[in-house]
């Protein structure tokens, strides 16, 4: 079965510029989890959305965003982007609350360069 | 091993040889634990997972120790491969499903 799918892929923007990224997750998952990758503080939680509600959140300013749609698929948003948003997003999906299944898949992620 | 900070800790070995990756968590109720493998350009991947009713689990060529006691949690690979060399990362799952994953160690596999 297809994996979870981020698009795109690469994307370069300037400050001041907001960015949309799209992530399809697992087939038949419904919980979709996003992560910042930095080299120097390594994966940061941004967001969980489960059944089109925001149901965890991390430390992140207000201009990080998401929502996710009645198929499960998620998009997180975000605005006035800043240097420091330079980073790998990372999409993840998983079967959240069964016993043992609460593993999440992680899609390539959407590389942002901001400029 | 890992660690939250600024920079990657590091490892090197022999193609062949054993790897040992390190992880000190943080949080004492968490219950269950994964290893994920992230090979450049791409996602982190699952390697295996152990629960906190455990101390040591096996899969093909890994193998996770868990220490409760001192917060503790190690990734074997045995005859480690070129294909092994990449970023690992361990990461505890609290209840909630919250996921706290480490910096990461970067092993590379020497020929």
């Known amino acids: 079965k297809a994996g979870v799918t981020q698009t795109p892929r690469y994307l370069i923007k300037t400050r001041g510029q907001q960015v949309t990224l799209s992530c399809s997750p697992i087939?038949?998952?419904?919980?979709v989890s996003w992560y910042q990758q930095t080299p120097g503080q390594g994966l940061q939680f941004l967001f969980e959305?489960?059944?089109?509600?925001?149901?965890n959140k991390g430390n992140f300013p207000g201009r990080f965003s998401g929502r996710q749609f009645s198929n499960s698929r998620s998009e997180m948003n975000v605005s006035t982007l800043e240097l420091g948003d330079s980073a790998l997003y990372l999409c993840?999906?998983?079967?959240?609350?069964?016993?043992?299944?609460?593993?999440?898949?992680f899609g390539a992620g959407s590389r942002l360069t901001v400029l | 091993g890992e660690s939250v900070g600024l920079h990657l800790p590091t490892l090197s070995v022999q193609e062949g040889d054993n790897s040992i990756i390190n992880c000190a968590y943080s949080?004492?109720?968490?219950?269950?634990f994964i290893w994920y493998k992230q090979e450049s350009g791409k996602g982190p991947q699952f390697i295996i997972d152990?629960?906190?009713?455990?101390d040591k689990r096996q899969g093909q060529r890994v193998t996770v120790l868990l220490n409760k006691t001192v917060k503790h949690l190690s990734l074997q690979i045995a005859a480690t491969q070129p294909g092994d060399s990449a970023v690992y990362f361990c990461?505890?799952?609290?209840?909630?499903?919250?996921?706290?994953f480490g910096t990461g160690t970067s092993l590379t596999v020497i020929p």
């Open positions: 993840a999906s998983s079967l959240p609350e069964l016993a043992g299944a609460n593993v999440l898949t």
């Open positions: 152990i629960r906190s009713n455990m």
């Open positions: 990461a505890e799952i609290l209840t909630g499903n919250q996921f706290y």
């Open positions: 949080n004492s109720a968490s219950d269950y």
């Open positions: 959305y489960f059944s089109e509600t925001q149901r």
């Open positions: 087939s038949g998952h419904r919980s």
